[in-house]
């Protein structure tokens, strides 16, 4: 992590101190974890824990989770234990005191009303309040949320509409993918502890404008942001563009269907009835597809209004077989 004050929003120092403190809960859940041999519950807590300590500067802690999780995820109890003595000694050695201080912590600047709307979703929680910080010191407007579920009554209680999502994809209940199939079209990316080339494989195929590798430096968190939100608004305009080319396409087609309507009622040309479609819609100042559309459907009726034809063909084909054989 950058050392450097300018590097660190307001108010960090207090959520590394709030990281250290809670430490020794977590490892004492741990311990209990560990001699029950329930590793579901210990690599839940290593893997929160390799995803968060580097962020508060304390990196060892977070190694030595990734390790226990690891050794969790082979069903090891030697490995394990002996990941978690690495653990402990780590835990020690990132102390308060040996993290990086945010002596120049200053109050945080205001954020503008019109800022971008950023929803953050992390079960994480010391996570989730320096991501946020350092969100809203860069100028964004910030709605965080612990899990997917209240992410989704967020969304629901407020009418805002968030320009980004910024999800975890692991995740208890439902994970960031499931979420992200639930945005109604909000742009997301995604946050994971897993290097494996596969769940990069799913952020990409579920649509993400971007993808971040944990443990996140909100100095490598605010630039992947701000690139997201450039290609959410690229594709905006792309599918926009492609909806006002659809939509003229369509109009194109239902004029030149209206001017083959005029050029047969009015025997004239093709120049001719644009011409005389366009001037019509000119003198009641309406928009010339609205005019083709209100002509397309008249032909119609009129159509389904005629009646059945008695020409000779037709009689002829009613008449009995040995007349028509005459």
């Known amino acids: 992590m950058n050392d450097t004050t300018q590097a660190h929003p307001p108010g960090l120092a207090d959520l590394r101190a709030a990281f250290a403190d809670g430490l020794p809960d977590q490892l004492a859940r741990v311990r209990g974890a560990l001699r029950q041999g329930d590793f579901a519950a210990v690599r839940a807590i290593a893997h929160t824990l390799s995803g968060s300590a580097a962020t508060f500067g304390c990196r060892r802690v977070g190694s030595a989770a990734a390790a226990l999780d690891a050794a969790c995820r082979a069903a090891d109890l030697a490995g394990s234990r002996a990941a978690f003595d690495a653990l402990c000694a780590a835990a020690q050695a990132d102390a308060p005191g040996s993290c990086p201080a945010d002596t120049g912590a200053a109050s945080a600047t205001p954020v503008p009303a019109g800022a971008p709307l950023i929803l953050l979703v992390d079960d994480d929680a010391l996570l989730l309040a320096v991501l946020a910080r350092a969100l809203e010191a860069d100028g964004f407007r910030v709605c965080a949320a612990g899990d997917a579920r209240q992410a989704?009554?967020?969304?629901?209680?407020?009418?805002?509409?968030?320009?980004?999502?910024?999800?975890?994809?692991?995740?208890?209940?439902?994970?960031?993918?499931?979420?992200?199939?639930?945005?109604?079209?909000?742009?997301?990316?995604?946050?994971?502890?897993?290097?494996?080339?596969?769940?990069?494989?799913?952020?990409?195929?579920?649509?993400?404008?971007?993808?971040?590798?944990?443990?996140?430096?909100?100095?490598?968190?605010?630039?992947?942001?701000?690139?997201?939100?450039?290609?959410?608004?690229?594709?905006?305009?792309?599918?926009?563009?492609?909806?006002?080319?659809?939509?003229?396409?369509?109009?194109?087609?239902?004029?030149?269907?209206?001017?083959?309507?005029?050029?047969?009622?009015?025997?004239?040309?093709?120049?001719?009835?644009?011409?005389?479609?366009?001037?019509?819609?000119?003198?009641?100042?309406?928009?010339?597809?609205?005019?083709?559309?209100?002509?397309?459907?008249?032909?119609?009726?009129?159509?389904?209004?005629?009646?059945?034809?008695?020409?000779?063909?037709?009689?002829?084909?009613?008449?009995?077989?040995?007349?028509?054989?005459?």
């Open 152 to 326: 989704l009554a967020l969304l629901q209680a407020d009418h805002a509409r968030p320009q980004l999502a910024v999800l975890d994809i692991a995740m208890p209940d439902m994970s960031g993918l499931d979420l992200a199939a639930q945005l109604d079209g909000i742009p997301y990316m995604f946050l994971s502890a897993s290097s494996g080339t596969e769940v990069a494989e799913q952020a990409a195929a579920a649509g993400a404008v971007g993808f971040l590798l944990k443990p996140i430096d909100p100095a490598q968190l605010l630039p992947a942001v701000r690139a997201a939100l450039a290609r959410a608004a690229d594709i905006h305009e792309l599918r926009a563009a492609e909806q006002r080319l659809t939509l003229a396409l369509r109009e194109g087609r239902e004029t030149g269907m209206a001017v083959g309507v005029l050029m047969e009622r009015y025997r004239i040309d093709r120049h001719d009835a644009l011409r005389l479609l366009r001037n019509h819609a000119r003198s009641n100042h309406r928009k010339l597809n609205e005019v083709a559309t209100e002509l397309l459907q008249a032909a119609e009726a009129l159509n389904a209004l005629a009646p059945p034809r008695t020409d000779l063909p037709a009689a002829r084909a009613s008449a009995p077989a040995s007349e028509r054989r005459k």
